[in-house]
């Protein structure tokens, strides 16, 4: 029952997309503000730019949607290690949701690390909480072992619940470095709804990326990079490592989010494993040039 309904509301989303809109926008700061106030103005800006380029949050949620919004919060860092996503591009999405008129935003992701370190060290628990989201720990008991249908190794695996019986998922990961894979992009953010022995996900990876990014298939994904963690990733910890790149990239493709976003670590997405599979199977365009993604200066 629960596949049905995620098949049927995937089914409608093309039909809820103007024809019209741009599938990819790419909003870049004109400046570099350094003090924390600013870094947090400018990261809900881009945000707000990035998803008012592509039509504005009503082309993605509806009146009494539930959403479930899915950031990076794997790591034990603070915002200006870069290792989880910026809360207040987080904070922005939850705010822009509810004034698009969502029933519910919930704020989740499994992480590598203990949650109750990860979700305040990272500042989003509170940035989501204190815009109207509810943000709590995944509850084990809500993974459900679900079939992966046009899998090519992830035949069945246990899929958090509430993420699957969504009516609009918003995938909002951060660009930063990963020693296996070579980035951490959004499409790989996904392993997030996982449970399970994940560390067998390694042993296929950018397969297994596939898989789950042909399952859940979000209708708005987001890269945040205000900030990107250019080396010793996925944990990073090193601010010597942290860039600025001033940027928010969005869209409805996620193979052609993911192919800039590794342009951003001076990276050929050619060269990114997971965005060429998903390129291959259909999930997407890595030439995201082709798409002539809007691009705004904030």
Same mark, same amino acid.
């Given at each position: 029952?629960?596949?049905?309904?995620?098949?049927?509301?995937?089914?409608?989303?093309?039909?809820?997309?103007p024809a019209a809109a741009p599938s990819l926008s790419i909003a870049h700061?004109?400046?570099?503000?350094?003090?924390?106030?600013?870094?947090?103005?400018?990261?809900?800006?881009?945000?707000?730019?990035?998803?008012?380029?592509?039509?504005?949050?009503?082309?993605?949620?509806?009146?009494?949607?539930?959403?479930?919004?899915?950031?990076?919060?794997?790591?034990?860092?603070?915002?200006?290690?870069?290792?989880?996503?910026?809360?207040?591009?987080?904070?922005?999405?939850?705010?822009?949701?509810?004034?698009?008129?969502?029933?519910?935003?919930?704020?989740?992701?499994?992480?590598?690390?203990?949650?109750?370190? $990860?979700?305040?060290?990272?500042?989003?628990?509170?940035?989501?909480?204190?815009?109207?989201?509810?943000?709590?720990?995944?509850?084990?008991?809500?993974?459900?072992?679900?079939?992966?249908?046009?899998?090519?190794?992830?035949?069945?695996?246990?899929?958090?619940?509430?993420?699957?019986?969504?009516?609009?998922?918003?995938?909002?990961?951060?660009?930063?470095?990963?020693?296996?894979?070579?980035?951490?992009?959004?499409?790989?953010?996904?392993?997030?709804?996982?449970?399970?022995?994940?560390?067998?996900?390694?042993?296929?990876?950018?397969? $297994?990326?596939?898989?789950?990014?042909?399952?859940?298939?979000?209708?708005?994904?987001?890269?945040?990079?205000?900030?990107?963690?250019?080396?010793?990733?996925?944990?990073?910890?090193?601010?010597?490592?942290?860039?600025?790149?001033? $940027?928010?990239?969005?869209?409805?493709?996620?193979?052609?989010?993911?192919?800039?976003?590794? $342009?951003?670590?001076?990276?050929?997405?050619?060269?990114?494993?997971?965005?060429?599979?998903?390129?291959?199977?259909?999930?997407?365009?890595?030439?995201?040039?082709?798409?002539?993604?809007?691009?705004?200066?904030?």
């Amino acid at each position: 029952m629960e596949l049905d309904r995620r098949q049927f509301l995937l089914s409608l989303a093309p039909a809820l997309l103007p024809a019209a809109a741009p599938s990819l926008s790419i909003a870049h700061y004109k400046s570099s503000p350094a003090a924390p106030d600013g870094i947090a103005e400018e990261a809900r800006r881009l945000t707000r730019g990035a998803i008012d380029a592509l039509g504005g949050m009503g082309r993605f949620v509806s009146k009494g949607n539930v959403v479930w919004v899915k950031p990076n919060i794997a790591w034990d860092r603070r915002p200006e290690q870069a290792a989880c996503t910026n809360p207040d591009v987080v904070a922005a999405l939850v705010e822009m949701c509810f004034q698009a008129g969502a029933k519910k935003v919930a704020v989740g992701d499994n992480p590598c690390n203990s949650p109750q370190r $990860t979700f305040p060290r990272s500042g989003i628990q509170s940035a989501a909480q204190k815009a109207g989201a509810q943000c709590y720990f995944m509850d084990d008991r809500k993974f459900r072992k679900m079939a992966i249908q046009g899998a090519h190794v992830l035949k069945e695996w246990e899929i958090y619940r509430d993420v699957v019986e969504a009516d609009r998922v918003i995938n909002v990961g951060i660009v930063k470095h990963h020693s296996l894979t070579g980035a951490v992009l959004g499409m790989k953010n996904l392993m997030g709804v996982a449970g399970g022995a994940r560390n067998r996900f390694h042993q296929d990876i950018n397969n $297994t990326v596939a898989d789950l990014a042909g399952f859940i298939r979000p209708q708005l994904v987001v890269l945040d990079a205000v900030r990107v963690l250019a080396a010793n990733g996925p944990v990073g910890g090193n601010l010597a490592d942290v860039k600025r790149r001033d $940027t928010i990239v969005a869209g409805v493709d996620q193979v052609a989010v993911d192919a800039f976003g590794a $342009t951003l670590l001076g990276i050929r997405p050619s060269d990114i494993g997971y965005v060429v599979e998903g390129h291959a199977r259909g999930l997407g365009n890595m030439n995201y040039a082709s798409l002539s993604p809007a691009r705004v200066e904030v």
